[in-house]
């Protein structure tokens, strides 16, 4: 019997984007986590228009011609980062008020996706997906603690946090988006 090789998000031309969208929001969380005093507010609306730009690299790469296998997880993520986006740059005391409960929906959302894509990885690395899904779950429920009890300096400090980790995590996808030369 054949091995599959299966590769869960597919492959796209526009690996680079998603790279590039990666290495930006560790940049933007290291700034933050350096700069704390730049303030709440430019936090959130840095975070809403980073989740716009991911919206849309994720419905180009849903949509494109040479889509991904997974591109129902690809469209439904883009569209949720791209209302969730806006949401966060259409007002600075909304974002500020609903700011930790937006990320933490984001980051559960995204967890129980990486823990499901997992589940389909058909490599030696899947467990890394599990590990991946449910750290992103733990940050998603520690943004709704912090939330609950308005703690600021918990959130400035799971932001910066969550723009590294969430990253190096898109980056780390962005080669398993790669085409590879001679297969098809």
Not at 15 to 35: E, N, P, S, T
Not at 81 to 105: C, H, K, N, Q, T
Not at 152 to 173: D, E, P, Q
Request: glycine share 10%.
């Amino acid at each position: 019997m054949k091995a599959f090789n299966f590769n869960y998000l597919g492959t796209s031309r526009a690996w680079w984007v998603v790279l590039v969208v990666g290495i930006l929001m560790v940049i933007c969380g290291f700034a933050y986590w350096f700069w704390p005093v730049s303030g709440y507010a430019i936090a959130s609306q840095i975070f809403g228009w980073l989740l716009i730009l991911t919206g849309i690299v994720q419905l180009c790469v849903a949509t494109g011609p040479d889509h991904a296998k997974a591109w129902g997880w690809w469209l439904a993520g883009g569209i949720i980062d791209m209302f969730i986006g806006f949401m966060l740059v259409r007002s600075i005391l909304l974002s500020e008020e609903v700011f930790p409960y937006f990320l933490a929906f984001v980051f559960i959302f995204w967890g129980i996706e990486a823990l499901i894509g997992a589940c389909y990885r058909r490599n030696k690395y899947w467990w890394l997906g599990i590990i991946n899904g449910i750290l992103l779950c733990l940050i998603g429920f520690f943004f709704l603690e912090a939330g609950w009890v308005s703690d600021m300096l918990m959130v400035s400090f799971l932001t910066s946090i969550a723009f590294i980790y969430w990253g190096f995590t898109i980056a780390i996808a962005s080669y398993e988006l790669r085409p590879v030369e001679g297969k098809k």
